[in-house]
């Protein structure tokens, strides 16, 4: 696909999720494709939204502001939260998909109210030995009811990264299917752009995907 324009590679892409959701079973429109613009320009954005794309991600909030300021789509915010930063990301964007922490639920919680919204959100887990991030597997029903203590916040299901080692891929999305059967909500956001299949066969409902759609990310400043 080098050398294809956004909208070619979002086609094919989308083509390819529909084939292999309807593979496993599933209904591919209960597959959503969340387009992580990380590392690339705004024009990146611009050409994903015209070709479609309704829901886009970011991880830094900085980054972000000035990249997704009026962009006509469903902004989600997949970064760590800073507990110093909340106001500005719920001022940003309209999902957070990493709330991994009771701290975290609190302080965007505070921030709805006074901006007057209801934010919806996602509880991370860790399903990875490798990843920083993420409510442990055992603790996340707990946190789950804290987010559902808070009128502020509505939780809509949980997101997880996947592990780096393939051959724990599957067992690992077939554990936050589990905790997400027993969380509840909508959305099972799982699946990069190196796993989403499998995530599509657990039951991922959203796959956030840069690489797969933009290319490599240019090298960090
Ligand atoms: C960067 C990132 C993605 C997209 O990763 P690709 O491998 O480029 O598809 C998805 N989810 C999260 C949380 C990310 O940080």
Do not use: C
């Not at 324009?5 to 959701?21: G, M, S």
């Not at 800073?82 to 639920?105: C, P, Y």
């Amino acid at each position: 696909m080098t050398g294809a324009t956004i909208a070619q590679r979002y086609a094919a892409l989308r083509a390819e999720v529909d084939r292999v959701a309807a593979q496993a079973g599933r209904d591919p429109s209960s597959v959503r494709i969340l387009a992580v613009t990380k590392g690339h320009p705004a024009s990146a954005v611009h050409e994903a939204v015209a070709a479609g794309i309704a829901d886009v991600g970011e991880n830094y909030l900085q980054e972000a502001r000035a990249k997704l300021a009026g962009v006509a789509a469903r902004k989600h915010f997949i970064g760590h939260v800073q507990t110093n930063k909340a106001k500005a990301i719920v001022a940003a964007f309209d999902v957070v998909q990493s709330v991994d922490r009771v701290d975290a639920a609190r302080v965007l919680a505070r921030a709805a109210e006074s901006l007057g919204k209801r934010l919806p959100v996602l509880v991370q887990l860790n399903i990875s030995p490798v990843e920083r991030y993420g409510v442990p597997l055992d603790a996340a029903r707990e946190l789950a009811e804290q987010v559902r203590a808070q009128p502020a916040l509505r939780l809509d299901g949980v997101m997880a990264i996947g592990p780096v080692e393939r051959s724990d891929v599957e067992r690992a999305f077939e554990r936050a299917r589990e905790a997400f059967g027993l969380i509840g909500g909508e959305t099972l956001s799982l699946g990069m752009s190196g796993d989403w299949r499998e995530a599509v066969r657990a039951g991922s409902t959203m796959i956030r995907l840069g690489t797969a759609l933009f290319g490599p990310r240019p090298a960090h400043r």
